[in-house]
Nanobody
């Protein structure tokens, strides 16, 4: 059974940093793409970043390019999202998701099959 558990969210001041973790069980990332998505109150879910080990592809939303970095630790079967220079508009519930995929990853939520429960990120002074 595929399970994804996010952690690392919290309250941070503008300009600060957080690192989110997505721990996977029931599968390994060898044949899966992993994506990060976020949803702010009253807004649609938005793709943030993705990574696929099969071809090494990564993708970032324009709104986070240069500030967020996706990475992974295969020994821990965990994918991370390092978020720097955080802005109030980054406030949202952040979700990780996975899909068995042999092509370059995309940050389109309908592509992903399995989702975590989400972790809240609040950027405020």
């Amino acid at each position: 059974q595929v399970q994804l558990v996010e952690s690392g969210g919290g309250l941070v001041q503008p300009g600060g940093s957080l690192r989110l973790s997505c721990a996977a069980s029931g599968f390994t990332f060898d044949y899966y793409a992993v994506g990060w998505f976020r949803q702010a109150p009253g807004k649609e879910r938005e793709g943030v970043s993705c990574f696929n080990r099969n071809d090494g592809s990564t993708m970032y939303a324009d709104s986070v390019k240069g500030r967020f970095t996706i990475s992974s630790d295969y020994a821990k079967n965990t994918v991370y999202l390092q978020m720097n220079s955080l802005k109030p508009e980054d406030t949202a519930v952040y979700y990780c998701a996975a899909v068995r995929l042999f092509e370059s990853c995309v940050i389109i939520s309908s592509v992903y099959d399995d989702w975590g429960q989400g972790t809240q990120v609040t950027v405020s002074s």
